[in-house]
C-alpha cells in the first residue's frame, strides 16, 4: 500500500514537470523565430535601404554625366533600373547652381524624393537633400 501512493505521487510530480519542461520549449521555440523573422526583416530592409542609395547615387552620377557631356539636362526625365525608376525634374538655374527633384519608385510600393544642387561650372552635385 505505501509503494502504490509512492507510484501515484511520481505520476501526479512527472505530468507538470513534462508540462512545464515542454511550455518552456514552445517558448524558446517561439522567441527564436520571432528572433529570426525580427533578423530577416531588418536584412530585407536594409537591402532596400542600400538598393535605394545605389539608385539615388547612380542617377546623380548620370545627371553629372549628362552635364559633363555638354547637354543640356532636360526639363523632366526617368532613369530606368531593375526594381524601380527614378524621375527627376529640373528646375531654372539659378546662378551657377542647378536644382534637380528626384523621386525614386520602387517595384516593392516605396516612393522616396531627394533635391541635389549641382554647381554648373564644375559640373558637379554640391549638396544633397533627402525629403521624408
Excluded at 1 to 28: C, D, H, K, W
Excluded at 99 to 106: A, P, S, V
Excluded at 109 to 116: A, C, D, I, L
Aim: charged share 20%; proline share 2%; net charge positive.
Amino acid at each position: 500500500m505505501g509503494s502504490g501512493r509512492m507510484r501515484n505521487n511520481e505520476q501526479g510530480f512527472t505530468y507538470p514537470l513534462t508540462l512545464a519542461v515542454l511550455i518552456l520549449f514552445l517558448l524558446l521555440f517561439s522567441f527564436r523565430v520571432e528572433q529570426l523573422l525580427t533578423e530577416r526583416k531588418l536584412a530585407h530592409e536594409t537591402n532596400l535601404i542600400l538598393q535605394e542609395e545605389y539608385y539615388f547615387h547612380s542617377s546623380v552620377k548620370k545627371v553629372e554625366e549628362i552635364m559633363q557631356s555638354g547637354s543640356v539636362i532636360p526639363d523632366k526625365g526617368t532613369f530606368t533600373y531593375l526594381k524601380g525608376s527614378m524621375g527627376f525634374q529640373s528646375d531654372i538655374p539659378i546662378g551657377t547652381v542647378q536644382k534637380i527633384n528626384f523621386t525614386l519608385r520602387m517595384q516593392t510600393g516605396e516612393t522616396v524624393v531627394g533635391r541635389g544642387f549641382f554647381d554648373i561650372s564644375s559640373k558637379r552635385m554640391i549638396k544633397w537633400i533627402e525629403i521624408y
